[in-house]
């Protein structure tokens, strides 16, 4: 059974910074496509970005020149780096691989909330 397990969340005031983790249970040079998504309660989840085995990388309009989505095969993990933080990003924040999402599979995520 795969697994992702996201990790890193946390509560952070308006301008910070926070990396979030993915780590897999097998050898994420299988996943062509990795994504992040997000959801705040009451809304649909969104998605946030994606990157691909090559490393090619793609953002929402909403946290472009801020967020940056990076994979570390040799590692098993994806990570989301958060810069220049807002109160609307506040969000669980999910990851995912193609495959995974064609199957309606998710995980737990982890909690960023964005406060003073």
């Known amino acids: 059974q795969v697994q992702l397990v996201e990790s890193g969340g946390g509560l952070v005031q308006p301008g910070g910074s926070l990396r979030l983790s993915c780590a897999a249970s097998?050898?994420?040079?299988?996943?062509?496509?990795m994504v992040w998504y997000r959801q705040a309660p009451g809304k649909e989840r969104e998605w946030v970005a994606t990157?691909?085995?090559?490393?090619?990388?793609t953002y929402a309009d909403s946290v472009k020149g801020r967020f940056t989505v990076s994979r570390d095969n040799a590692k098993n993990t994806m990570y989301l780096q958060m810069n220049s933080l807002k109160p609307e990003d506040t969000a669980v924040y999910y990851c995912?691989?193609?495959?995974?999402?064609?199957?309606?599979?998710w995980g737990q995520g982890t909690q960023v909330t964005v406060s003073s």
């Open positions: 990157i691909v085995k090559s490393g090619m990388t």
């Open positions: 995912n691989e193609a495959r995974a999402m064609g199957r309606g599979s």
């Open positions: 097998v050898n994420i040079f299988s996943f062509n496509v």
